[in-house]
């Protein structure tokens, strides 16, 4: 079938509106039309660094209607709402004890520009285009394996909900499902962007007493008081390391970084206390840190997580629970941008004028 789609030609390069070519979806696929999807970072590295094979059509938080289903699917149909999270094999060990996100082949069936069984599903005048993230949803339609395909309510705005297939899961679930912070405990949370605005709305579910938000823009942190910050530091202000020992009376139990800058990291480090970890979130480019003092003398724990260790088809769903009930108000980082503005969408992103873009691509 013939779909618009926004096309990345070559590395840098602005996002192309072209009429490609998407094949009909094979056994346990779901061919899904796209009612809106999230601007990620991700998306803009892939763009800018060629972290996947170009030519490709890019976009990996994506949310529409089921169109068409292939042989064998048997858990979605036609007319459902469904969100489009990360591609994972489903059958390698940590798949199946619950752990998609560290998938064997995560890297080869996300960035390596083809479905599963190595063939393609998009073209262009008869040459292949990539596929990103298992879906390319950066076009009229998209098809993804039923693994990374999540059922969803349909009585909330589906455009809406796209984010939670990588972003916004990622921050949640950093703390809901890997850090697991204790009622009372104390925690830190290094650059309030969409991510690091989830982690907070997720720190605030669990009753973790005291919520510190650190970042270098004042918009940013009083969005995060709004939605459960506790205490807010700029970090081109303070000397954030010290307020945070005087504020909780000798550092932080936990510490989500999201910002990957290697000072930052090892302040959130350096600002735990005894005994404390820090979940490093944020792609962080090699750096020196001083294991002794940073880490092993007080028995520190460091770790990296990657989309909030989630299972969507569990974790997605209770997310949207949350939001319902108005504990998980990730709506107010969210602004709505057309199709044809997806290139805006990228810039104003990038500039810090908006947290999480969505692009409309159909209407519900």
């Given amino acids: 079938m013939k ?4 096309v990345t030609n070559g590395q840098g390069q602005e996002f192309s509106f072209e009429e490609v070519e998407l094949a009909a979806p094979k056994a346990n696929e779901v061919l899904v039309k796209i009612v809106g999807t999230g601007v990620c970072h991700t998306d803009a590295v892939a763009r800018d660094e060629a972290i996947a094979p170009l030519p490709a059509v890019l976009g990996h938080e994506g949310s529409g209607i089921v169109d068409d289903v292939g042989e064998g699917v048997t858990r979605f149909e036609k007319g459902d709402h469904v969100v489009l999270s990360f591609a994972h094999c489903g059958h390698c060990d940590n798949c199946l004890t619950g752990h998609p996100t560290v998938c064997d082949t995560f890297n080869d069936l996300n960035f390596g520009g083809t479905h599963d069984d190595h063939t393609h599903r998009l073209s262009k005048d008869g040459q292949p285009l990539s596929t990103f993230f298992g879906q390319s949803s950066f076009g009229t339609f998209a098809i993804a394996h ?3 395909v999540v059922k969803v309510d349909k009585d909330v705005d589906l455009a809406l909900l796209g984010p939670l297939g990588c972003g916004i899961q990622t921050g949640a679930g950093t703390v809901l499902n890997r850090i697991k912070p204790e009622f009372g405990s104390t925690i830190a949370i290094y650059g309030a962007g969409a991510v690091g605005l989830s982690a907070i709305m997720a720190a605030k579910i669990v009753g973790c007493k005291t919520i510190i938000a650190i970042d270098v823009h004042d918009s940013r ?3 995060a008081k709004d939605l459960g910050a506790t205490h807010t530091f700029n970090g081109t202000n303070v000397d954030v390391v010290k307020e945070i020992k005087e504020l909780t009376n000798g550092g932080t139990n936990y510490a989500v970084d999201t910002t990957g800058v290697p000072p930052v990291v090892r302040q959130c480090l350096q600002a735990l206390r005894p005994l404390g970890a820090a979940a490093i979130v944020g792609v962080t ?3 020196n840190i001083d294991v002794h003092n940073d880490l092993m003398a007080e028995g520190k724990t460091m770790m990296g997580v990657i989309e909030g260790d989630s299972v969507p088809n569990v974790f997605i ?4 629970y949350y939001y319902k009930a108005g504990q998980f108000p990730f709506d107010k980082l969210v602004k709505f941008y057309e199709f044809e503005d997806i290139n805006k969408a990228f810039e104003d992103s990038k500039n810090g004028l908006v947290i999480k873009p969505i692009v409309r ?4």
Avoid at 3 to 6: G, Q, T
Avoid at 317 to 320: D, N, S
């Fill in 3 to 6: 779909i618009k789609a926004a």
């Fill in 146 to 148: 039923e693994r990374n």
């Fill in 221 to 223: 942190l009083d969005l």
């Fill in 285 to 287: 480019p090699e750096m």
């Fill in 317 to 320: 769903p209770g997310l949207i």
């Fill in 361 to 364: 691509i159909a209407k519900q």
